[in-house]
């Protein structure tokens, strides 16, 4: 099993920046996860899948954010982190940490961490 646990959301204002980091772990095993990625939930809105990244460092970005937002992840720790920069209100959402084989299978969810943009 995967757990992933995130953190780093909270309030910014309009303009500003927010990282958010995401640590996956295993039960007594290795386990290499192919693509790892964040999701975000808003209110009236559709689930929104922001950015991926393969284990290789292979990127993609949702339109929305491309240009602004910026995934890495750190295979030796396991943690795969979304700097948010030039946030916009309507970036204001819950944001998932996702894992798993392929973008349209993501077998691993966070709980999710909060971020707020102010006008």
């Known amino acids: 099993q995967v757990q992933l646990v995130e953190s780093g959301g909270g309030l910014v204002q309009t303009g500003g920046s927010l990282r958010l980091s995401c640590a996956a772990s295993?039960?007594?095993?290795?386990?290499?996860?192919?693509?790892m990625g964040w999701h975000r939930q808003a209110p009236g809105k559709q689930r929104e899948l922001v950015a991926t990244?393969?284990?290789?460092?292979?990127?993609n970005y949702a339109d929305s954010v491309k240009g602004r937002f910026t995934i890495s992840r750190d295979n030796a720790k396991k943690t795969v982190s979304l700097q948010m920069n030039s946030l916009k209100p309507e970036d204001t959402a819950d944001y998932f940490c996702?894992?798993?084989?392929?973008?349209?299978?993501?077998?691993?969810w966070g709980q999710g961490t909060q971020v707020t943009v102010s006008s």
């Open positions: 990244i393969t284990i290789g460092g292979n990127t």
């Open positions: 295993t039960s007594g095993i290795i386990f290499s996860i192919n693509i």
């Open positions: 996702v894992a798993g084989p392929t973008i349209v299978t993501m077998l691993y």
